[in-house]
């Protein structure tokens, strides 16, 4: 679905020619996309080299002559190992990439390039929901002089443009001359996707023209604005209604922005012919009974209730799922500090207005985002993403724009769908006791935290690989390419110690010793615990929390499971302690605070060591 | 390890004397149904549990007949136990179906079949450690002799048993139940039941109310189980003197609650005719000794068989199957398959060690909510560990005070993959924790970008903030008017009445989850009845309530009038896009360019986009005709040609761009002429063999019969397109 393609303009002697920078970009964007979007093709097609190369099992072509100086390095598939290691080659070994990117005499013909690329989506992607073209070059103004050439580019373009082909357009500039789109590529680059008229104008351009000089800056402002456009936007979900209040809808979109991203899982490889080859399994279903093979709409839903099953029809399970139409239906609106912090249960959705089916959604779309914001408030929302899914409760959040360093967008404004847990989700804390630190302690904590912020004073994902997926993936790439093993991992997620205690250490270790004084006198204040005691407190100023219930004040209240202190104290002396239940044990034993874990004779053993120290 | 919930056993005493088999007060249905909705509610929900240890009993008050323990004693008379104390299964549940009908009987002693229960009880759980319960429900309309009713209260006390006393029509100020002219037996034998549960802290309640309330959901109570314990790192202990490290536990905080999962199953072949098939399906039938279930056929499971392809050009199909035990584990890199020892099998894994390591702190300003990734978990200091208690205080009253959130890096267990969380200080009246949530790693973030809401930039550069996408003075004031008359803040009212928070998380409870429950329940005792609606307080949140539309009615006119918003009509957005659209950047005109090259033969390597270019520059009929039938010829070549499927993927692309362009062009007939004759062909085996698997592909890409309701010039009916898919 990708493409890039490179002008190889090289200048020579430059460390990182455009080219060579264009060809890294490549190399990047293809180690990350295996791991991104496993299943995503990509291709790398130079033009302008001296060299040409173009296969097609289409007889009917004529070869590598079809396509002057254009010399097809990857052909459009999910990327192979051998296709990796051709391009890391490429870019580790200098000698390599400089016997290819030799520039051609002669001006190559853009409109057999962009054809030539026509032909490689139409033969190896038809179907493709997202086709795109990515062209790097530093060439504003391949066909000056002809006028005819100009036009025939236009004119394959335009094809590319009805193929459903999205051409993205990565200019660097040359240290004597700024990129001039209007000359050429202005007739090449079209506003929208005919298969998505609702995309929006490509934004102000965000490659940085980059000085050739300065090979890194090149490579990395190329990197960082092609990263930008690596994934094709796919919606989660399209023209859903969402219902401001009784008969007032609008359109709008959802997207995935955050997903956990996950090793893909392992598969099974035969290894008996020349090549390993990957199995597909295929699963048949039989009945259990006569191991006949049955068809899907012979298949019951049931379920296991009372060591028997209970069976509806498809059409019934339908009815028990279906609370109504997709939709996101305001309820109303509550503050975002209404919103606990706990109410998590999975990653939020983003929406964005759509006008395809109501003319005006953008507007109203963005007064309530805008109301939202000024006032830091939520909608409550009912939401159905698609026929019979269950419905969740979820905050509609007003996201704002974010703009990173070079006024790039790094977040981009709209509303996004927070899952709210229902009642049914939320656990209920743990007992435990509550010793409040006193206020210097805290203070001293305070100082530390502040020394300790991270930079920018935010959390900024990008700061942070996922050292485990990228492990996952370097070991894949190492046994793949048969590359020798990398002693250590890189994980970026580590705190940075020495900084840590460089900034903070001083501070840190004064606030231990003043955790030492206080917990000292707090310790002579409520006397000292032994360790099994601290469980709950004994005092009495503080009833035990753990489990009991109210007890009118009547000691056996508890019922037959309960035990007066008396009688435990005999069963204790007379050594009889066995003779009682565990639940018994275990009820008293909650009433003085002991721990009830463990085998009965743990239990007695435990009462015993309580009379004893008495 | 699952927690072991209390014991429990309990016994329901059900009147079923023939009064209760009468309807009253307009009910439609008898007094005994009316008290089973309850009955069968409670009993199902206990099934449900699946739990050996949640038992229960029935006794039947007023029946026919007389078998109880103490049937040999004067006042026990017509009091049967039905199910003794045990476990119930479905069979169970079947004859508990039939034995609960009304009898012909009014005889029978409600205060002696309290005594049967509570014997049952005694002699059932002993002096073992039970929930014990017995739930008695009458219309009170039998005689009751008083008698030994200190004696009983006593034995309640003792053995410590929770009585539940529900009465058909009993009255209840409280809940506005009065029954008028009331049987002045049944009134005497009310107060008499009434001041007994009094006496043995027990409830008395009337049906009415029992029956409504049966909707709330029960909520699952779920022992907390750490999911990390260990320290709380800052800076390396290991390395630095000068680290902190607190000891800590983590729990969950929040778990979505999945409904049940249901399991496949098909009608058993007839278990009589095949000796094999019994066995098996022996303890999955629902018996169809008993009546009410003779609609239900034997089921038997599904299984499933799994079998290993590989591509193999040779082989017919292009694929093969290969034994399992040729394949070896491995992994895709790209295309690539990588396979790995069995010795290297954790070779992928990072190494790692628990830890909970924080990296540094942000302001809870710089945090947008909608990062959170995950469900959330609580942080406490070691229970057992008072210093470790005063340690974490000093950190979340810190972080509490300089309003901050700390990030830290979470291995749960060695060997775990790191995991990046938020923490957030929790401070309640007498609770401290912190709270956890998972943050994006930088592969979990996709940047997609959208333009702004509150400006709109042309390609030219130039800035507008007046465009038909940006809210208008008066658009905006409408809105915030309409936002603030819709608040939940203050909707709802507390138990006092006071205005409180409206759909709070507590008064909220997951549809799916207890309509699946509800659903399997009701039909395990209604198996040949339809399915009931959902409890309201279920869809309760689907809309917003009814006061409140009400209150902000008029604000939402005036939105409504100010946002002019159009729908778009189906048709419409099928039609052909705007001309400018088409343009590129610098509005070139290229149909010139092209118009000048005047294409009108369509060429099979650039098939798509020359066919809509040669309709674009045409308005007549002969020419789209020829178009569609240069079209038709590619596409019938590419399937003909194609070896295996190859060619299909383009075939589905022509014919897709083809339904769309002469759709819009309103011209549906060309088309469904067209795939019609396709359909045939490829069915016949006239292009190039047999390709069922082009047609399967038309199936699958939905490219069939443009009908009626995407067309209005189409003659063709929905039901005609469906009908096309079928392989007829």
């Given at each position: 679905?990708?493409?890039?393609?490179?002008?190889?303009?090289?200048?020579?002697?430059?460390?990182?020619?455009?080219?060579?920078?264009?060809?890294?970009?490549?190399?990047?964007?293809?180690?990350?996309?295996?791991?991104?979007?496993?299943?995503?093709?990509?291709?790398?097609?130079?033009?302008?080299?001296?060299?040409?190369?173009?296969?097609?099992?289409?007889?009917?072509?004529?070869?590598?002559?079809?396509?002057?100086?254009?010399?097809?390095?990857?052909?459009?598939?999910?990327?192979?190992?051998?296709?990796?290691?051709?391009?890391?080659?490429?870019?580790?070994?200098?000698?390599?990439?400089?016997?290819?990117?030799?520039?051609?005499?002669?001006?190559?013909?853009?409109?057999?390039?962009?054809?030539?690329?026509?032909?490689?989506?139409?033969?190896?992607?038809?179907?493709?929901?997202?086709?795109?073209?990515?062209?790097?070059?530093?060439?504003?103004?391949?066909?000056?002089?002809?006028?005819?050439l100009k036009s025939a580019a236009a004119v394959r373009a335009k094809d590319l443009y009805d193929l459903g082909v999205i051409i993205e357009l990565f200019p660097i500039s040359k240290p004597d001359h700024d990129f001039d789109r209007s000359k050429f590529y202005d007739d090449i680059v079209y506003r929208s996707s005919p298969l998505d008229p609702e995309a929006p104008a490509p934004l102000a351009p965000t490659v940085k023209p980059s000085l050739a000089k300065d090979g890194i800056s090149l490579l990395h402002s190329l990197l960082s604005s092609i990263n930008s456009k690596a994934v094709a936007r796919r919606a989660l979900f399209a023209n859903l209604p969402l219902e401001l209040g009784p008969g007032f809808k609008i359109s709008v979109k959802g997207y995935i922005i955050f997903k956990r991203q996950v090793p893909a899982r392992s598969c099974y490889v035969w290894l008996q012919g020349e090549k390993a080859q990957i199995a597909k399994g295929v699963t048949t279903q039989m009945a259990d009974d006569t191991s006949r093979t049955i068809e899907k709409a012979e298949i019951k839903k049931a379920y296991k209730f009372g060591g028997d099953q209970v069976a509806f029809t498809p059409e019934e399970i339908k009815k028990v799922r279906n609370f109504g139409d997709p939709v996101i239906r305001i309820i109303g609106f509550k503050p975002l500090s209404s919103v606990p912090f706990w109410a998590s249960v999975?990653?939020?959705?983003?929406?964005?207005?759509?006008?395809?089916?109501?003319?005006?959604?953008?507007?109203?779309?963005?007064?309530?985002?805008?109301?939202?914001?000024?006032?830091?408030?939520?909608?409550?929302?009912?939401?159905?993403?698609?026929?019979?899914?269950?419905?969740?409760?979820?905050?509609?959040?007003?996201?704002?724009?974010?703009?990173?360093?070079?006024?790039?967008?790094?977040?981009?404004?709209?509303?996004?769908?927070?899952?709210?847990?229902?009642?049914?989700?939320?656990?209920s804390n743990p007992d435990t006791t509550l010793i409040q630190a006193p206020d210097s302690l805290v203070d001293m904590m305070r100082t530390v935290i502040q020394q300790l912020q991270l930079p920018k004073a935010r959390y900024d994902p990008q700061k942070y690989p996922n050292p485990a997926l990228q492990w996952h993936y370097r070991i894949l790439q190492v046994l793949a390419l048969d590359e020798d093993l990398p002693e250590k991992p890189e994980d970026k997620t580590i705190p940075k110690y020495r900084q840590i205690d460089k900034r903070a250490g001083g501070y840190v270790i004064d606030w231990g010793h003043e955790l030492e004084d206080q917990f000292r006198a707090w310790q002579k204040e409520n006397g000292p615990r032994t360790s099994s005691a601290k469980r709950s407190a004994p005092d009495e100023s503080a009833p035990p929390k753990k489990r009991t219930k109210p007890s009118d004040g009547v000691e056996s209240g508890d019922g037959p499971n309960s035990i007066n202190d008396n009688d435990i104290k005999q069963h204790y002396s007379k050594n009889s302690l066995n003779k009682l239940t565990v639940p018994i044990l275990k009820s008293w034993m909650e009433n003085k605070g002991l721990s009830t874990s463990g085998k009965k004779s743990d239990l007695v053993e435990r009462v015993e060591e309580y009379f004893e120290n008495k | 390890m699952l927690t072991m919930a209390d014991k429990e056993a309990t016994v329901y005493i059900v009147d079923v004397g023939a009064s209760m088999g009468e309807r009253h007060h307009g009910r439609s249905e008898t007094d005994l149904d009316w008290a089973l909705r309850y009955v069968w509610d409670k009993i199902t929900s206990t099934v449900a549990t699946g739990r050996k240890t949640a038992t229960l009993g029935v006794v039947g008050l007023r029946t026919d007949d007389t078998t109880n323990e103490l049937d040999s004693e004067e006042g026990y008379a017509h009091i049967s136990v039905i199910q003794p104390i045990s476990q119930i299964l479905m069979p169970d549940l079947r004859s508990l179906r039939s034995a609960l009908v009304p009898s012909s009987t009014n005889s029978g002693d409600a205060i002696s079949a309290l005594v049967i229960a509570i014997q049952m009880i005694s002699t059932y759980c002993k002096k073992l450690k039970y929930r014990r319960k017995i739930i008695l429900l009458t219309d009170a309309r039998g005689s009751m002799e008083t008698e030994d009713i200190d004696e009983i209260t006593k034995k309640i006390n003792e053995d410590n048993i929770e009585l539940v006393i529900l009465g058909v029509d009993f009255d209840d100020p409280e809940y506005g139940v009065k029954e008028e002219d009331k049987d002045p037996r049944k009134a005497q034998n009310e107060e008499t039941l009434k001041s007994l549960t009094e006496t043995c802290d027990g409830v008395f309640g009337t049906l009415q109310q029992a029956v409504d309330e049966l909707g709330i959901p029960r909520i699952k109570s779920v022992r907390p189980v750490p999911s990390y314990k260990g320290q709380l790192t800052l800076g390396d202990p290991e390395?630095?003197?000068?680290?902190?490290?607190?000891?800590?536990?983590?729990?969950?905080?929040?778990?979505?609650?999945?409904?049940?999962?249901?399991?496949?199953?098909?009608?058993?072949?007839?278990?009589a005719d095949g000796d094999a098939s019994i066995q098996s399906s022996a303890t999955m039938a629902g018996s169809s000794d008993l009546g009410p279930s003779a609609g239900q056929a034997a089921l038997t499971s599904v299984r499933n068989a799994r079998t290993y392809q590989i591509e193999d050009s040779e082989a017919p199909g292009g694929k093969r199957d290969v034994d399992r035990d040729d394949l070896a584990k491995g992994y895709e890199y790209g295309r690539t398959a990588v396979h790995i020892s069995e010795t290297d099998e954790n070779i992928t894994k990072l190494e790692t060690m628990a830890s909970f390591d924080i990296i540094g702190f942000v302001p809870k300003d710089k945090y947008e909510r909608y990062m959170h990734m995950s469900t959330t978990c609580i942080v406490i200091a070691q229970r057992t560990n008072d210093k470790a208690q005063m340690a974490l205080s000093s950190l979340i009253h810190a972080l509490w005070e300089l309003e901050s959130y700390a990030v830290a890096r979470l291995v749960t267990k060695d060997d775990k993959s790191p995991l990046i969380v938020l923490l957030a200080p929790s401070i309640e009246a007498d609770y401290e924790c912190l709270l956890d949530v998972q943050l994006p790693f930088a592969e979990d973030v996709r940047s997609y970008r959208f333009p702004p809401l509150d400006r709109v930039q042309t390609v030219s550069g130039k800035v507008l903030t007046e465009h038909r996408n940006i809210p208008t003075r008066e658009l905006q004031d409408a809105m915030d008017t309409y936002v603030d008359s819709m608040d939940l803040s203050t909707f709802g009212r507390d138990d006092e009445g006071n205005p409180a928070e409206f759909m709070p998380i507590e008064d909220t409870f997951s549809p799916v989850l207890h309509r699946i429950d509800q659903c399997v329940r009701w039909r395990a005792v209604h198996p040949a009845e339809p399915i009931p609606p959902p409890y309201e307080i279920l869809t309760r949140f689907s809309r917003p309530p009814d006061d409140l539309v009400e209150q902000a009615s008029d604000p939402l006119r005036d939105l409504i009038k100010i946002a002019d918003v159009k729908k778009v009509s189906p048709r419409q957005k099928g039609r052909k896009r705007a001309r400018d659209r088409t343009k590129p950047l610098s509005g070139l005109d290229v149909d010139e360019l092209l118009g000048r090259e005047k294409r009108t033969k369509i060429s099979p390597e650039n098939a798509v986009p020359e066919f809509k270019q040669m309709l674009e520059t045409t308005e007549d009929l002969g020419a789209i005709q020829d178009a569609s039938k240069q079209m038709s010829v590619i596409i019938e070549n590419l399937i003909r040609h194609s070896v295996g499927d190859s060619g299909y993927?383009?075939?589905?692309?022509?014919?897709?761009?083809?339904?769309?362009?002469?759709?819009?062009?309103?011209?549906?007939?060309?088309?469904?002429?067209?795939?019609?004759?396709?359909?045939?062909?490829?069915?016949?085996?006239?292009?190039?063999?047999?390709?069922?698997?082009m047609w399967w592909e038309i199936r699958r890409n939905r490219v069939g019969l443009v009908d009626k309701k995407l067309s209005s010039r189409s003659e063709v009916s929905e039901e005609e397109a469906a009908q096309f898919y079928t392989s007829r």
């Open positions: 679905m990708l493409k890039a393609s490179s002008d190889s303009e090289s200048k020579p002697g430059e460390d990182d020619s455009p080219a060579a920078a264009a060809l890294k970009c490549a190399f990047s964007l293809m180690q990350q996309r295996i791991i991104s979007n496993p299943s995503d093709m990509m291709g790398i097609l130079l033009f302008g080299t001296e060299q040409s190369k173009f296969q097609t099992p289409d007889e009917r072509s004529k070869g590598g002559l079809a396509y002057p100086h254009c010399y097809l390095l990857a052909d459009l598939d999910v990327p192979s190992a051998e296709d990796v290691k051709r391009l890391k080659s490429l870019v580790e070994d200098e000698e390599e990439s400089k016997s290819l990117l030799v520039p051609s005499k002669e001006p190559v013909s853009m409109a057999n390039v962009l054809f030539c690329a026509n032909q490689i989506f139409t033969t190896k992607a038809p179907n493709f929901s997202s086709r795109r073209l990515f062209i790097v070059t530093d060439n504003d103004d391949p066909h000056t002089h002809d006028k005819a999975k990653q939020s959705t983003f929406i964005y207005p759509s006008e395809e089916d109501f003319v005006g959604s953008t507007r109203v779309f963005a007064a309530l985002q805008q109301k939202l914001l000024r006032d830091e408030k939520v909608a409550i929302v009912w939401f159905i993403a698609r026929k019979n899914a269950a419905p969740v409760i979820s905050a509609l959040v007003p996201g704002p724009e974010q703009l990173g360093d070079i006024g790039e967008q790094v977040m981009p404004p709209g509303m996004w769908l927070v899952p709210l847990p229902y009642a049914d989700d939320v656990r | 390395k630095y003197d000068s680290a902190m490290s607190i000891d800590v536990e983590r729990y969950p905080r929040t778990m979505v609650a999945k409904p049940p999962s249901a399991s496949q199953f098909v009608t058993a072949s007839n278990p993927g383009r075939a589905i692309e022509a014919l897709n761009a083809m339904r769309e362009e002469l759709t819009a062009l309103e011209e549906p007939t060309l088309y469904n002429d067209f795939v019609r004759s396709l359909k045939n062909k490829l069915l016949k085996g006239d292009l190039g063999g047999d390709r069922r698997d």
